[in-house]
């Protein structure tokens, strides 16, 4: 059973920072590609930062190019993203999104979520 465990959220004020973690158990976690998303409230959800199986490989939604920073350590089976400059619209719940290839299936998980606040 794949599990992905959300840490680091919180309340952080403007211009400030947070790291955010996504740790895996139940698998081998540098077979996936990983992402995380957020979703404010009455909006969808949506791709913040992407980073490949080795983690050479990243991509950033627009809204946050040059202030987060996704990586991963493979031996730790986490993922963080890095999040300076923080803005208030950056308030929202933040997830962990898994995916593997295996055949001609690919296969999904999610984290539970965890909420960042950016307010003063």
């Known amino acids: 059973q794949v599990q992905l465990v959300e840490s680091g959220g919180g309340l952080v004020q403007p211009g400030g920072s947070l790291r955010l973690s996504c740790a895996a158990s139940?698998?081998?976690?540098?077979?996936?590609?990983v992402g995380w998303y957020r979703q404010a409230p009455g909006k969808q959800r949506d791709l913040v930062a992407h980073?490949?199986?080795?983690?050479?490989?990243?991509s950033y939604g627009d809204s946050v190019k040059g202030r987060f920073t996704i990586s991963r350590d493979n031996a730790k089976n986490t993922v963080y993203l890095q999040m300076n400059s923080l803005k208030p619209e950056d308030t929202a719940v933040y997830y962990c999104?898994?995916?593997?290839?295996?055949?001609?299936?690919?296969?999904?998980?999610w984290g539970q979520g965890t909420q960042v606040t950016v307010s003063s």
């Open positions: 139940g698998t081998i976690f540098s077979s996936y590609s």
């Open positions: 999104h898994a995916a593997i290839l295996s055949g001609e299936k690919t296969y999904i998980y």
């Open positions: 980073i490949g199986y080795s983690g050479d490989a990243t």
